[in-house]
C-alpha cells in the first residue's frame, strides 16, 4: 500500500516531520507530494530531494499553477493517478479550487474513492504552529539555533567551489569560494558553519557578503575557512554547507591589515567556543 503527505512541504521542518512520523508507523513506502508555489525557496530542488533521503522518504513536486484550478473531487483523482491508498494530512489542511476542501471533504472523497485519510495534529511550539514563513523570519534575522530547533536540523546550502581572486590565501587564510544554488536568507556577515567534503565533516567560519574591505563586489559571496586542515584543490566540487551561528555582521575595515587582525580574532574567538563546549561535554560523562 503506497501511503501519501499532500503539502508544501518546502522546508521539511518539524511540523512536517510530524506527519512522516505517524505515516511510517503504518507504511513502509512514503511518499511526499509537494504542492510547489514559492520562488527563491529556502532550500533547492536538489537539496529538499537530499532531505527527503535522508528522512526515507520519496519527493514528488507538483506546480500550484498545474492544480489550482482542480476541484477536491479532481484533486483526489489526482492523487490516486500517483497510487496513494492512504493519505497523511494536517488536521487544517485546506485543498482544491479556491481551498474549498478540509479535511472532512478529504474524509468524504477517500470513503468514495478507495483512499483512507488520517489527520495529524499540528505540531506546536509554545502554542504557535510551526511553519516555514516563521523559520524564514529567524533566518533573516541570523537567528541560527531558533531556526534550526525549528526544522530539526541544521539550515544548509549545496554550492560548488568556484575559483575567487585567492587574497585569503595571501594574508594566511585561504577560503573555498562556494556558489550556492538559492538565494541565501541570511544577512551578511561571519558564520561558524560545517562544511562536508565527499563525507567529511570540518568546522569552520565563513563570510557571507560583499566584501566591502576589499572590493565591493555587487554580488553576495560566500567565503569559507576551514582552520587547521589543509584541503585539496576543490575547484568545481560540490559541497554542502551548514549554518550553525551568526557571529558578527559584515564591515568594512580602514586596511587590509585590519581585516587580517578581525579575521583572526574572529577565529580566535570560535576556537574558544569550540573549546568550551569540549569541555562542557567531557564534565557530563
Known amino acids: 500500500m503506497k501511503c501519501c503527505i499532500v503539502g508544501k512541504f518546502e522546508s521539511f521542518h518539524r511540523g512536517h516531520q510530524t506527519l512522516i ?6 507504511c513502509r513506502k512514503i511518499l511526499i507530494i509537494s504542492i510547489k ?3 527563491n525557496g529556502l532550500f533547492s530542488d536538489k537539496e529538499r530531494q537530499l532531505i527527503a ?43 482544491g479550487r479556491g481551498r474549498s476542501g478540509d479535511i472532512t471533504t478529504a474524509r468524504e472523497l477517500g470513503r468514495k474513492l478507495g483512499i483512507e485519510v488520517r489527520a495529524v495534529p499540528i505540531k506546536k511550539i509554545k502554542d504557535e504552529k510551526i511553519g516555514t514563513s516563521k523559520v524564514r523570519e529567524l533566518l533573516n534575522k541570523g537567528k541560527l539555533p531558533e531556526a534550526n530547533y525549528l526544522l530539526g536540523f541544521n539550515y544548509f546550502c549545496i554550492g560548488r567551489v568556484v575559483e575567487g581572486n585567492k587574497l585569503g590565501r595571501e594574508i594566511g587564510f585561504p577560503t573555498l569560494n562556494v556558489k550556492c544554488e538559492k538565494i541565501l536568507p541570511l544577512p551578511d556577515g561571519v558564520y561558524e558553519v560545517v562544511v562536508t567534503i565527499d ?3 570540518f568546522k569552520g567560519i565563513a563570510n557571507l557578503g560583499k566584501r566591502p574591505t576589499v572590493n ?4 553576495r559571496t560566500l567565503e569559507i575557512h576551514v582552520p587547521d586542515t589543509r584541503l585539496p584543490e ?5 559541497i554542502k554547507v551548514e549554518f550553525l551561528q551568526f557571529l558578527r555582521p559584515e564591515k568594512r575595515f580602514n586596511s587590509i591589515e585590519e581585516l587580517k587582525n578581525q ?17 562542557r561535554a567531557k564534565s557530563k560523562l
Open 37 to 39: 508555489r514559492w520562488e
Open 216 to 219: 565591493k563586489l555587487p554580488r
Open 53 to 95: 533521503r535522508n528522512l526515507g522518504v520519496g519527493l514528488i513536486n507538483l506546480e500550484f499553477d498545474r492544480i489550482k484550478n482542480l476541484s477536491p473531487e479532481e484533486f483526489f483523482l489526482k492523487l490516486k493517478e500517483f497510487g496513494c491508498r492512504k493519505l497523511f494530512a494536517g488536521e487544517d489542511w485546506r485543498f
Open 199 to 201: 563525507g567529511k565533516s
Open 263 to 279: 579575521i583572526k580574532l574572529d577565529l580566535e574567538n570560535l576556537k574558544q567556543y569550540w573549546r568550551s563546549k569540549v569541555g
Open 234 to 238: 576543490l575547484y568545481g566540487k560540490e
Open 21 to 26: 512520523e505517524e505515516a511510517k508507523k503504518e
